[in-house]
């Protein structure tokens, strides 16, 4: 089974300028996130959506962050413009969506460098 | 408000011998996940183990097991037989538990991370 895929693994820009990440979960996986880590820390959650709808959005910095899952599948995550803050790494995870009661695995992608000089 | 800490920002091991990451969380919530992440320099993060707080029964996984002191807040990772490939940044982390459709999903919260060297 194909783990979850993301591109590209390393980017390098100017602040101000803008910057797109993209995910691919695991088949049949409904729920996908977006994780930012920034050096020195864990992960924290960005997004969340199941199928293509957002079920958490609360911690995305949504004046210079956005992020779609038009056709339930794949998903980008846009910075625009960036900042120097915004260097970190961005993971993207996928779960199953069972029945109630039961623990959902999260799977993560190898991520994405951002470097913003 | 949830918060995972780990206090040990590094720790070294020699291979084969035994050592143990610490972490502690703070809710209110009664029924939660905890879990510990390795995240190696690919930075892939791998499920290492899973703890649910009802169990009272500490998590076993090979070499890894946990000691989960739900009073106190503790969720402590215990490797034993460490190996070269056990190098490692270590998360604990921290879900709620969810009973409604679709099961539990959502914020994972982690702690700031412990970076093990096992040396030869």
């Known amino acids: 089974e194909a783990g979850v895929a993301q591109s590209p693994r390393y980017k390098i820009i100017e602040k101000r ?3 797109a990440f993209w995910c691919n979960p695991i088949s049949g996986h409904a729920t996908l996130y977006w ?3 920034i050096l020195g820390q864990g992960p924290k959650l960005l997004i969340q959506f199941q199928n ?3 079920v958490d959005d609360s911690q995305l910095p949504k004046d210079r962050f956005s992020a779609e899952r038009l056709k339930g599948v794949d998903s980008t995550l846009k910075i625009q413009p960036a900042k120097l803050e915004d260097s970190a790494v961005y993971l993207c995870a996928s779960s199953l969506v ?3 009661g039961l623990y959902n695995e999260q799977f993560f992608g190898p991520g994405t460098r951002l470097t913003v000089l | 408000a949830q918060t995972v800490t780990q206090s040990q920002p590094e720790m070294s091991v020699q291979e084969a011998e035994t050592v143990t990451l610490s972490c502690t969380y703070d809710t209110s919530e ?3 996940y905890l879990f510990w992440y390795k995240q190696p320099p690919s930075r892939q993060m791998i499920l290492v183990i899973r703890q649910e707080a009802y169990k009272q029964q500490n998590a076993t996984e090979n070499r890894f097991s946990v000691n989960f002191q739900k ?4 969720f402590s990772l215990k490797i ?3 190996q070269l490939g056990d190098t490692a940044m270590y998360f604990c982390a921290f879900m709620i538990q969810s009973q409604g459709y679709g099961g539990s999903q959502g914020n994972l919260i982690f702690g700031k991370g412990t970076k093990l060297s096992v040396k030869p």
């Open chain 2, 80 to 82: 034993s037989d460490s």
């Open chain 2, 71 to 74: 009073a106190a807040k503790s």
């Open chain 2, 30 to 32: 009664s029924n939660y």
């Open chain 1, 35 to 37: 994780y930012q880590q």
């Open chain 1, 98 to 100: 069972r029945t109630s």
């Open chain 1, 52 to 54: 293509n709808g957002v």
């Open chain 1, 17 to 19: 300028q803008s910057v």
